[in-house]
């Protein structure tokens, strides 16, 4: 059963039910509904074989960074644990199901990167990364071909 309130302690506690009542705002922000879900889960299978490089790209990056990565403390072993969980997160990212579970999993993943210190222009600029990752995977890279750019 999960907490109505969590993290438990600490300044970062907060209530579930209006955490995911935001997420719903956002989704209705950009007109999200259960049709854009479906599409969303339909190319799960087809950005699969991508996920790793994406994620590579993105770990990549963070080692070019001394104030993104010296939050890295356990080196080469928490590297490859940490990719591990982005592509484990990535997947749910394309799993279809947005429900307060998830969206709990979500905050809770974003305070523990408060927790240690990340400045979260690093999380924008990886969030921004990976998009742009997912859709150069499928969409720009073959269109390039198509035209000729690539
Ligand atoms: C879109 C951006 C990112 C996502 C989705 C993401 C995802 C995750 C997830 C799912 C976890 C596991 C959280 C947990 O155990 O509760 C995690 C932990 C961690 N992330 Fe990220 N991450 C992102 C960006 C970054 C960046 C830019 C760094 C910079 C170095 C970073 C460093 C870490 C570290 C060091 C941990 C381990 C914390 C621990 O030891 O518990 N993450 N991340």
Same mark, same amino acid.
């Given at each position: 059963?999960?907490?109505?309130?969590?993290?438990?302690?600490?300044? *970062?506690? %907060?209530?579930?039910?209006? =955490?995911?009542?935001?997420?719903?705002?956002?989704?209705?922000? !950009? *007109?999200?509904?259960?049709?854009? %879900?479906?599409?969303?889960?339909?190319?799960?299978?087809?950005?699969?074989?991508?996920?790793?490089?994406? !994620?590579?790209?993105?770990?990549?990056?963070?080692?070019?960074?001394?104030?993104?990565?010296?939050?890295?403390?356990?080196?080469?072993?928490?590297?490859?644990?940490?990719?591990?969980?982005?592509?484990?997160?990535?997947?749910?990212?394309?799993?279809?199901?947005?429900?307060?579970?998830? =969206?709990?999993?979500?905050?809770?993943?974003?305070?523990?990167? =408060?927790?240690?210190?990340?400045?979260?222009?690093?999380?924008?600029?990886?969030?921004?990364?990976?998009?742009?990752?997912?859709?150069?995977?499928?969409?720009?890279?073959?269109?390039?071909? !198509?035209? *000729?750019?690539?």
């Amino acid at each position: 059963m999960m907490p109505r309130e969590f993290p438990p302690m600490g300044q *970062g506690a %907060a209530n579930l039910d209006e =955490v995911y009542r935001r997420f719903q705002e956002l989704q209705a922000w !950009v *007109g999200w509904t259960e049709a854009s %879900a479906r599409r969303v889960a339909a190319t799960a299978t087809l950005l699969e074989p991508h996920l790793h490089a994406i !994620v590579g790209e993105v770990h990549d990056e963070i080692l070019r960074h001394p104030n993104a990565r010296k939050v890295i403390t356990g080196g080469q072993t928490q590297i490859n644990s940490l990719i591990e969980t982005l592509i484990q997160w990535l997947r749910e990212v394309l799993g279809g199901c947005y429900d307060q579970e998830y =969206v709990a999993r979500r905050w809770r993943t974003g305070w523990r990167h =408060v927790e240690i210190g990340l400045e979260q222009v690093y999380i924008n600029a990886t969030m921004s990364q990976l998009r742009l990752g997912l859709i150069w995977s499928r969409c720009i890279r073959p269109r390039h071909a !198509v035209w *000729g750019w690539a």
